[in-house]
T-cell receptor, first 114, second 112 residues
Framework: DSGVTQTPKHLITATGQRVTLRCSPRSGDLSVYWYQQSLDQGLQFLIQYYNGEERAKGNILERFSAQQFPDLHSELNLSSLELGDSALYFC?????????????FGPGTRLTVT | GQQLNQSPQSMFIQEGEDVSMNCTSSSIFNTWLWYKQDPGEGPVLLIALYKAGELTSNGRLTAQFGITRKDSFLNISASIPSDVGIYFCAGQPDNYGQNFVFGPGTRLSVLP
């Protein structure tokens, strides 16, 4: 158990809908990262927040957005969902903001868009 | 942008055998991380490497940060069935502020 929690574990929704994924980092970690993993694909970095502020952006679509709240939990919002958005979405956390900080992953949310 | 290659893509080995896999790039990296992912689960951090030439062990796992800073190796000794999974390398590029780049993974199967 990495100490990172994600909810829900599974999510099934229809095209065009909007969903929110939630992540709570490990105790003491200030950075949260979001990743997308499609079937048989590697991990694609989406976005990083550090202590409530956006720190780095990766391959995140404009239909996707995220935020980190004062209690350090983070939410990833996915809107106007398309079939191709079906994937595993992982959250990771680390102590610092530095890119060299070791990242610990949550169990993921499996999103299925039908 | 920076890309990582992992080889082999997949491998089938007998229980008890040693395993070796690597991660390479044409770019220089400052930090290497190795993760293992079980089906439907999140990646679990195995080993972190911070200096060129560094050799670090974690039980039966040993990883090395290549001298050229463009590669890293992971070895597993005396494999057991629970070693089955996908092993990902992640490198932090030598550009200030760049986040980790993940390789496509090596899928390991262990035959009894």
């Amino acid at each position: 158990d990495s100490g990172v929690t994600q909810t829900p574990k599974h999510l099934i929704t229809a095209t065009g809908q909007r969903v929110t994924l939630r992540c709570s980092p490990r105790s003491g970690d200030l950075s949260v990262y979001w990743y997308q993993q499609s079937l048989d694909q590697g991990l694609q970095f989406l976005i990083q927040y550090y202590n409530g502020e956006e720190r780095a952006k990766g391959n995140i679509l404009e239909r996707f957005s995220a935020q980190q709240f004062p209690d350090l939990h983070s939410e990833l919002n996915l809107s106007s969902l398309e079939l191709g958005d079906s994937a595993l979405y992982f959250c990771a956390s680390s102590v610092g903001a530095s890119p060299t900080s070791e990242q610990y992953f949550g169990p993921g949310t499996r999103l299925t868009v039908t | 942008g920076q890309q990582l290659n992992q080889s082999p893509q997949s491998m089938f080995i007998q229980e008890g055998e040693d395993v070796s896999m690597n991660c390479t790039s044409s770019s220089i990296f400052n930090t290497w991380l190795w993760y293992k992912q079980d089906p439907g689960e999140g990646p679990v951090l195995l080993i972190a490497l911070y200096k060129a030439g560094e050799l670090t062990s974690n039980g039966r796992l040993t990883a090395q940060f290549g001298i050229t800073r463009k590669d890293s190796f992971l070895n597993i000794s005396a494999s057991i069935p629970s070693d089955v999974g996908i092993y990902f390398c992640a490198g932090q590029p030598d550009n200030y502020g760049q986040n980790f780049v993940f390789g496509p993974g090596t899928r390991l199967s262990v035959l009894p």
